[in-house]
């Protein structure tokens, strides 16, 4: 019979056993990162990988779990993610420490799957840190002013009235019934192309689902259970070696055609027409500057890649987050017809006193306000944020070192019952006086100097399509809407797990 020493020579057997002892002292030490600061955590495990399995197996297991550990543990508490600590604070004065009064610190989302976006993408807003990002977001800010706002109206207006086209052919041939998923997706598309780019993608027509839409749809398909996925989360420097292989979290053709769509518009800009329109394409254009400009210490402009990096993930992030945000809303109606009636009656109040659908009409509808509000807090768009200690700082006595990722949990914090009183119902009037409503456990749209640059823009969209939509129809549901709360899935954004169809009923005489 073999024995081990017959196997392996005893000095090989005491280096294997010594690595392995060292290893398991090793992951001890980085499993007591909390421990030594008397935070709360959730018990990492060996074969759990921390606690990064549970998360792997069940990504949308994020909407009860947040809310059940901050029951265990408080507002602030770690799990491990592998052997890396991640600290989720839902404690206001420390948030708010976090994404305003120290913002320097907190400059940034996160440090890992920034550079495996694709080359251009990997230019992003989203992807970009340090003086690289202030540079574009400076460079970008001022596309979104009230006055930039107002010059776009006209193009929301009309990408909705669209939809109320085909909505009326929908009504008079096929009994109303319509997928609002794919209605309001398409529409935040036509929306952000037409406003943005001056491009008409043709998101709107047709029957079959067009191509932009099919590519749109990849973006945020995205599984955080990939195997691709654990790797990076496990050995977080595979990232550099992956990106100088330009590999990509997003599939290789949607990159591809996103990539070819926002150089057509680039090119589409050499013709002195389109040189007029003052969109963000254009502002974009107005200030390019070099690579060699950017080495040599530029503060502004943007260089081509970026340019087309940006203009993708401006298409990407008012198309998802929008459409679904419009989806939950049109939902949340068609279910609450008192609420509903009440929309409608301020849309005709405000016609009548402004005069039309106008920038400062629309912005003043208050009730329609809190029923987006109350809608995104529901239905919250972005289950998580997230920010990075730049560097180590204090917090009301909670030590945070340098690299320490700090993930705010906004669906759990909008779902509390501490803070809201039957967080599953879908009840406007506590949006009535927002100055009661803590910035800091109600973010749908993040906050501090980082927060959604789309936001105006997404709420003027959202307030123009509703007015447009309930102007003329009664929103209804059919046998088989699914009843509430509706059941979400945790991608690349907040999902609505089925289907929904709705019907629209014309309004008389409207
Ligand atoms: C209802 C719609 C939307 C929601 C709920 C939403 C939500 C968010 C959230 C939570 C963030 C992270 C903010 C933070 O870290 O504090 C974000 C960032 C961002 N959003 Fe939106 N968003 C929406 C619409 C839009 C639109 C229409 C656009 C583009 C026109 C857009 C472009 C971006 C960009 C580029 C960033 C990154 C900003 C930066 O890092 O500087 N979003 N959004």
């Known amino acids: 019979m073999l024995t081990p020493l017959d196997v392996l020579s005893v000095e090989t057997w005491i280096l294997m056993i010594s690595a392995i002892v060292l290893f398991r002292f090793y992951i001890h030490k980085k499993w007591q990162f909390f421990k030594s600061r008397s935070i709360p955590y959730e018990p990492p495990t060996l074969l759990g990988l921390g606690s990064l399995v549970s998360f792997i197996k069940n990504p949308d297991g994020i909407f009860t779990r947040d809310l059940e550990f901050k029951k265990k543990y408080g507002p602030i508490f770690g799990i491990y993610s592998w052997l890396s600590p991640v600290l989720i604070i839902g404690d206001s004065e420390v948030l708010k420490q976090i994404f305003i009064k120290e913002f320097s610190t907190f400059p940034d989302r996160q440090n890992q799957f920034l550079k495996v976006n694709g080359k251009e993408m990997n230019t992003s ?69 037409s406003a943005a780019f001056s491009a008409n993608v043709h998101s709107q027509e047709g029957q079959e689902t067009p191509k932009i839409i099919q590519m749109a749809k990849k973006a945020f398909s995205i599984s955080f259970a990939s195997p691709v996925m654990l790797l990076l989360f496990i050995f977080p420097w595979l990232e550099t070696v992956l990106s100088k292989f330009d590999w990509s979290v997003f599939p290789r053709d949607m990159l591809t055609y996103f990539s070819g769509l926002t150089e057509t518009l680039i090119e589409k800009r050499k013709s002195s027409e389109l040189k007029q329109r003052v969109d963000l394409m254009q502002l974009m254009l107005n200030v390019k500057v070099s690579e060699e400009d950017v080495k040599n210490g530029a503060t502004k402009g943007m260089t081509l890649n970026e340019i087309i990096g940006n203009s993708m993930i401006m298409i990407l992030a008012g198309y998802e987050t929008t459409g679904n945000a419009m989806l939950f809303l049109a939902y949340n109606l068609a279910t609450h017809k008192d609420v509903q009636e009440k929309v409608q009656q301020e849309i005709e109040e405000t016609i009548k006193e402004y005069g039309g659908l106008t920038y400062n009409g629309i912005n003043n509808m208050k009730y329609l306000t809190m029923c987006i509000n109350e809608s995104l807090r529901l239905y919250t768009p972005v289950a998580r944020n997230a920010r990075i200690a730049d560097k180590d700082i204090t917090i009301n006595g909670l030590n945070i070192p340098k690299g320490t990722l700090i993930h705010v949990p906004v669906y759990g914090m909008c779902h509390d019952d501490e803070y809201w009183d039957e967080p599953f119902e879908f009840k406007p009037e506590r949006m009535e006086d927002m100055n009661k409503i803590d910035p800091m456990l109600y973010m749908p749209f993040g906050a501090g100097p980082r927060n959604c640059i789309g936001m105006r823009f997404a709420l003027m969209e959202i307030k123009m399509g509703f007015c447009k939509l309930l102007q003329k129809f009664d929103l209804d549901v059919c046998e088989d809407t699914p009843s509430a709360p509706l059941k979400m899935l945790f991608r690349n954004s907040v999902q609505a797990k089925d289907d929904i169809f709705l019907k629209v009923v014309p309004r008389c005489n409207k």
Do not use: H, N, Y
């Open 125 to 193: 807003l989203l992807s970009t840190t340090g003086d690289q990002w202030k540079r574009i977001r400076s460079t970008l800010t001022p596309t979104f002013s009230s006055s930039k706002l107002k010059a776009m109206m006209g193009i929301i207006e009309q990408c909705s009235d669209k939809t109320m086209e085909s909505l009326k052919m929908i009504s008079d041939t096929k009994g109303g019934r319509f997928d609002a998923k794919e209605t309001f997706g398409r529409l935040s598309l036509d929306v952000i192309c």
